[in-house]
């Protein structure tokens, strides 16, 4: 038999020199891509490009202005956003429109003293004191809720997710907090009668409730009284239970507002910031030093935006954002009368006489309007754009008192600032 001979290997093909040099420069433009991301996150950012989808249709004069809208407002109330929509609320009703100016919905009531709270695409308006509440979402009226005397509500509140809590009054109690569930149907009924209580809020996982309350001393959670004097204090409850298990000292400081973000629960107060997490335990806190804050907004994304005063009146003052640590990320001092200012995702808003300034969280320059057309308001949203709300008439002197936060007019124009 003839002997099989292997056969001889096939010759090794050489590599393409040209797909080599290929992927060499596909692997160094993704290092020096994700190298540029990280160096110039502040600069670099997808919400340039969503402007830019959102609002191509929109026509935009010189200043990167849309043109302005007219919106119709029944006195004392305010602006927020919705989503990225503007409501408008008032005493005499709510609105909502697009940045175009398409009037969504349009629900009048009768509001003595109406107040207004919004948590993503969710908003709820009630009058304070009294026993009338309206709760939206995805653009309609969802909720009514209408209380008997003697069970006033006291305060209403929407997480991001969109789950209404309202505290109320109720006799033989010093304060009641529900928690409504997606269907609006009570969930948890808080009833304290040790402390006052001012307000309660619901963590952003719907698992945590926060109640505000006031007293004599500490909060010990029972009937004990430990230390003197005016105390503001968190009290935690879980959402399977009805007893607080942590209680959080907010000290000698009258609590202004409140907000759940981040994993966090902020305490604004006329003295200083707290925070707190959902386990009951402070996080941080920033002192103002002897400072008058004289605008606020609790919106940012994982940051708090103070304007802080040397003297209650007068142009000077000092923006600063803090962490939810407690630590200043950025200050900056301002000499222009500061009509408002807001704060959305990673943007904050100062509009005064001269114009509107978008600053990013850490106080860089990054959009600027000279022109804002007599605006009194500002609702900056998370891409980086704002509406602008005024009534058309010059804005007040830049020695006038600072009113970052007043009632709107009874009419009024509304435009978009594009930050570019």
Known sequence: MEELKPLDPSPKKKPNIVVRFLAFLVTLALLLGAVALVVFRDQLNFDALKRYFTYRNLEKNDAGQTESFHYDSGGKGGFDRVGDDLLVWSAAG??????????????????????????????????????????????????????VQGREILSARVNAAGRLTVTS?????????????????????????????????????????????VGQGQDTLDDTVSGDGFNSSFRFY????????????????????????????????????????????????????????????????????????????????????????????????????????????????????GGLDIYTKDLRPYGSL????????????????AFLVGNGLPCKPADAPIRPFGPPSPWGKALILNAR
Not at 173 to 191: H, I, S, W
Not at 283 to 305: C, M, Q
Not at 370 to 385: F, H, K, P, S
Request: charged share 20%; proline share 2%.
């Open 169 to 213: 009054r109720e006799p033989g109690y010093k304060g009641v907090v529900t928690v409504y569930d997606e269907d609006f149907q009570p969930a948890v009924g808080l009833r304290i009668s040790q402390r006052f209580v001012l307000d309660g809020l619901l963590s952003e996982d719907g698992k945590t409730v926060a109640v505000l309350t």
């Open 370 to 385: 000279e022109n804002t057309a007599g605006a009194r308001d500002v609702v900056l949203r998370g891409d980086g754009t």
């Open 238 to 353: 879980s959402m399977d239970g009805d007893a607080p298990f942590a209680a959080c000292s907010l000290g000698n400081n009258v609590i202004l507002d409140l907000n759940a973000s981040g994993g966090v629960f902020w305490a604004l107060g006329e003295s200083g910031l707290t925070t707190a997490g959902a386990d009951g335990l402070q996080k941080g806190s920033y002192d103002y030093a002897g400072r008058y804050l004289k605008g606020y907004s609790l919106e940012g994304d994982g940051f708090a935006t103070l304007l802080l005063g040397k003297y209650r009146a007068g142009s000077g003052a000092t923006l600063v954002t803090v962490d939810s640590a407690g630590k200043e990320v950025a200050s900056l001092e301002l000499e222009d009368q500061v009509l408002d200012l807001a704060a959305a995702g990673r943007y904050v808003a100062v509009l005064t006489a």
């Open 94 to 147: 709510v609105r909502l429109y697009s940045a175009g100016g398409v009037e969504y919905l349009n629900d009048p009531f009768a509001f003595h003293k109406p107040v207004a709270d919004v948590g993503g695409k969710a908003a709820v308006v009630y009058d304070a004191g009294g026993n009338l509440l309206r709760a939206y979402s995805d653009r309609a009226q969802v909720y009514t809720l209408e209380t």
